[in-house]
């Protein structure tokens, strides 16, 4: 049974996403509300139906409030743009596994790979790590993050203070010129897809990565991490499917003998390999 | 004896029956005793839309809230359930065993099991084989069971304290208690289903779904036939502006809306792939999960399909 949720503040964060700032009505609940990174909530409108997001604020902060980026890209997610502070929507959450727990990583050095709007659960990452001083000091992080245009970069007001503790670099696959001095709010940047990211900045064997992204950029980081030495057990894969139950029942989401929903939809690479799940 | 209970049955529930239409036989809704068919045969259609309707609302959005339904359901009995269709019961029992909208229905449901002895077909069933004599009612969900004798009399059972109580009423005292020992039996998993298990996780690669895929229209009706298939969507009905409907209906996984999402994203592209979709639900995740089969060999599947793929076939090759 969904549970309404009050929206606290709506931030645009590109032309086409916005980010939902959220409560639940139920100021108990919400004090109880807790989740892990890389979750998801299915979060729908009476009359619109329901939908997955993930939620991409610091688990930290789960008892306040809650965060869901938002990208206008069918009927639910339209409806959603036109919401205003105030709105309700209506919640089932958390679902799924979330990326694996950053002190139980086998290496300290976490590569996050993020494509389009797949950028969206690292932020909740980032935030963990820039919120826990010992986190912050064992790990080193590199963010890639391809994008298509300048226009539809997400969390960008957010790079600057990112850039002080990691290692961020953006490339755009649909813009002929590059910014001024190469940089855009305080970030390195280049021109083409995500994996000549890997040749300008090589990374190392001992890297964790984390991926969230189309399935045809999987394709092609996968092999880059391949011939950077990175084991397949430390490659994680956020993954995409519909979802109408979240309890691994209705099937929508099933591939194999998986599911999206309550096995993911994070997996680890060398679990999923064999299957057709990216 | 049987008439009496038919009769009790008939005055004080909604009653639901194989019954025979021309030539074929279909489970419906009968409010005559002569309407029942009491031959045991295979019915066209499963018994699955008594336990999960083809769309029933969850609940209600008014004003903004979500307002619980406390609709009465009358008490409902599927009178004339064959082993197999037992089985699939016994499957969405297991499926549904937290999902509070299944067990509010099946609680006003009365089962009523029918045997009427091996059907002619039992050999061609062999590439299932699950064991379905001995001590099978034992691992069947049902409150009463009808078991038909050579002398054309009824062996009758009961498993639950309604189907006890309901014999009484009717004043049927020849009847014998079985202790329902869960779907599993004792030796443990069909070891056939194993099998099949171990064949179907590996056959992604296997050419069979590609021939299948040629073949096959992507129709859907297997599905539907199916009393095991339980696939749903969840979405929103208006009633009027400020009123909607959460309601939860039967999927079909040949459909392109299964697999779709937004930005019309479509996972299963091909229709090989639906198919070893189907398969795989069946004959992996549902085994592997549960324990218990995903088919219970009804061969329904193989009667409505157009351009005649039979399921057993289909798994002797894999």
């Known amino acids: 049974m969904p549970n309404e949720v009050i929206i606290k503040k709506i931030t645009q964060l590109s032309v086409d996403t916005k980010l939902f700032t959220l409560a639940f009505k139920d100021k108990i609940y919400q004090g109880n509300f807790s989740f892990l990174n890389g979750q998801f909530a299915m979060v729908g409108i009476p009359g619109a139906g329901e939908a997955a997001y993930n939620i991409c604020s610091d688990p930290s902060a789960s008892k306040k409030f809650w965060e869901i980026a938002v990208r206008k ?17 209506w919640v089932r959450a958390p679902f799924g596994q979330g990326w694996p ?5 086998q290496t300290a050095n976490l ?4 494509g389009g709007c797949g950028f969206v659960p690292f932020r909740s990452v980032a935030l963990e790590i820039l919120n826990d001083k010992k986190l912050l000091k064992n790990f080193q992080v590199k963010i890639f993050y391809g994008c298509s245009g300048f226009d539809y970069l997400i969390f960008k007001d957010e790079f600057v203070n990112w850039q002080k503790f990691f290692d961020v670099k953006l490339i755009f696959d649909k813009e002929k010129k ?5 940089k855009l709010f305080g970030v390195k940047c280049d021109l083409g ?29 996968l092999e880059k991490l391949k011939q950077a030495g990175v084991p397949d057990q430390n490659i994680y894969l956020s993954l995409e499917r519909r979802m109408d139950c979240g309890f691994g029942i209705c099937q929508h989401c099933a591939c194999g003998d998986k599911y999206v929903c309550t096995d993911g939809p994070i997996f680890r690479y060398d679990k999923i390999k064999e299957t057709e799940l990216i | 004896m049987i008439d009496r209970l038919i009769n009790y049955l008939l005055n004080n529930f909604q009653v639901f029956a194989p019954t025979r239409i021309g030539q074929e036989f279909f489970v419906k ?6 309407e029942i068919d009491l031959s045991g045969r295979i019915t066209e259609n499963s018994w699955k839309n008594i336990f ?41 029992e297991t499926v549904f065993s937290k999902d509070k909208y299944y067990q509010e229905r099946r609680r006003n449901i009365l089962v009523v099991g029918l045997a009427v002895g091996a059907p002619s077909e039992f050999k061609d069933w062999q590439v299932f084989s699950y064991n379905l004599e001995e001590n099978i009612l034992e691992h069947l969900p049902f409150d009463i069971f009808l078991e038909k004798q050579k002398n054309n009399q009824y062996k009758i059972y009961e498993s639950s304290e309604r189907g006890q109580a309901i014999l009484e009423k009717t004043k049927i005292t020849d009847y014998q208690h079985l202790e329902f020992a869960g779907l599993i039996r004792e030796e443990g998993p069909d070891p056939k289903m194993l099998r099949v298990m171990d064949k179907i996780k590996v056959s992604r690669s296997n050419k069979v779904w590609e ?28 009633v009027d502006l400020n009123a909607f409907e959460r309601q939860r209906t039967w999927a079909n996984c040949f459909y392109p809306e299964f697999s779709k999402i937004a930005g019309e994203k479509v996972f299963l592209n091909t229709i090989a792939q639906k198919i070893r979709f189907w398969y795989e639900h069946k004959f992996w995740r549902i085994p592997k999960e549960y324990k218990i089969p995903g088919c219970v060999s009804c061969l329904r599947c193989n009667k409505v399909c157009p351009v005649g793929i039979k399921i057993e076939k289909t798994l002797s090759v894999l």
């Open chain 1, 101 to 105: 727990k950053l002190k139980n990583l």
């Open chain 2, 211 to 238: 021939d299948l895929g040629k073949i096959c229209l992507a129709c859907g009706k297997c599905a539907i036939v199916c009393p095991t298939c339980f696939c749903y969507d969840l979405h929103d009905q208006s």
């Open chain 1, 73 to 89: 890209v069918g009927r639910l997610t339209s409806i959603m743009h036109q919401l205003k502070v105030g709105d309700s929507l």
């Open chain 1, 193 to 221: 897809l995500i994996t000549k990211l890997f040749d300008l900045y090589p990374i190392t064997s001992d890297a964790t990565a984390f991926l969230c992204g189309p399935a045809i950029m999987y394709k092609f980081v």
């Open chain 2, 52 to 92: 999960l309707p083809v769309s029933e609302t969850i609940f209600n959005f008014q004003q903004n809230k979500i307002i619980k339904l406390k609709n009465k359901i009358k008490p409902i009995v599927a009178l004339g359930m064959n082993i197999l269709d037992l089985q699939a019961l016994g499957l969405f």
């Open chain 2, 29 to 34: 809704e009968v409010k005559l005793a002569k």
């Open chain 1, 178 to 182: 590059l910014p001024k001095a190469n």
């Open chain 1, 111 to 114: 590569l996050l790979v993020g």
